[in-house]
């Protein structure tokens, strides 16, 4: 490959990383996507290619479609052991971030929606409200008609709707959300964590990839006992993390997060989904296999001052 073609595919690199993570909620196989759109790249009579954004776009989105209907992945991802896979603000794998709908399609909730919708769907809601193509070009990306890409959209932003009563949050009021989340979780007060619930709230949990199946949780009593217990030290908890780290603030895929750190690497994360000012839903992952790449942007980066310098 000459040094024009392999210029022009690295300076399309990070959108095409962004599209197939929406397409799939997981950046490892997100990059084996852009990986093979890259082998492709190299191989195509690329003379013959008119326009390699589109070219581009059309093999990474079908590449991803094939692995999401691949019997593999449908039977890893119907055992009640999938969730999408959490990304530090500023990842440049969560891609476009201008308008509400790009950053909405790419919080765990919505990631989360989207695992449930057909493939072909899934699809026309990433290319549509992340990407902004038109239907004429969607209808050409995925070979349908513009008549059934409109049809696609409308149904899968149906379903989608769910999601968006889910409050956008700076830097400043994320911290100020995972404060008071920790503080609370912290006091031994049960009552001061059903506080900061909503009615309705919902938990989810990895347990920290020792259980075989994600552990769900509703009411907001139940998860602040949880919650609470999870947060109490105990050595065989300090002897799972590796030590004893350090509980920081962050914003993972858009929400407010907590963050475990132990020397440089994230040993935990609970995501918080916030709406009308307070937690709405609960996503809490310490399994090492979802946090490879929070990890790597976290060292990339300064730090604010952790809440708790020893937990």
């Not at 889910?166 to 503080?183: C, G, L, P, T």
């Not at 979780?185 to 964590?193: K, M, Y």
Request: with cysteine; aromatic share 4%.
């Amino acid at each position: 490959m000459d040094a024009a073609a392999l210029e022009r595919f690295e300076a399309d690199r990070s959108r095409l990383a962004s599209l197939a993570y929406r397409l799939l909620g997981s950046a490892a196989d997100a990059e084996d996507v852009v990986q093979d759109a890259f082998l492709r790249w190299q191989a195509a009579d690329r003379e013959r290619v008119e326009v390699p954004e589109a070219w581009l776009t059309k093999v990474v989105t079908n590449l991803a479609l094939d692995r999401l209907r691949s019997a593999k992945v449908r039977r890893e991802r119907t055992v009640g052991t999938w969730l999408p896979e959490p990304l530090l603000d500023g990842d440049p794998m969560l891609g476009p971030a201008e308008t509400a709908e790009q950053r909405e399609s790419v919080t765990l909730a919505v990631l989360t929606l989207l695992e449930r919708l057909p493939p072909i769907e899934r699809a026309v809601y990433v290319l549509r409200e992340a990407f902004s193509h038109s239907h004429a070009e969607i209808a050409e990306i995925l070979d349908i008609s513009e008549a059934a890409s409109q049809q696609h959209a409308h149904r899968a932003r149906r379903h989608v709707a769910a999601a968006r009563n889910v409050n956008e949050i700076d830097d400043k009021a994320a911290r100020a959300i995972v404060e008071a989340f920790v503080e609370a979780a912290a006091s031994g007060r049960t009552e001061r964590l059903v506080a900061l619930l909503t009615s309705d709230a919902t938990a989810i949990s990895d347990g920290a990839g020792l259980v075989e199946h994600l552990i769900r949780l509703s009411a907001p009593e139940r998860i602040a006992a949880a919650v609470r217990a999870a947060f109490k030290p105990t050595p065989a908890k300090r002897k799972l993390a590796g030590g004893t780290p350090s509980i920081h603030a962050g914003v993972v895929n858009g929400c407010p997060a907590v963050l475990a750190v132990l020397d440089d690497q994230v040993v935990g994360t609970a995501v918080l989904e916030v709406r009308d000012g307070k937690v709405a839903s609960v996503r809490g992952m310490a399994s090492p296999k979802r946090l490879g790449r929070l990890t790597e942007e976290w060292r990339r980066r300064d730090h604010d001052a952790p809440i708790i310098e020893s937990w």
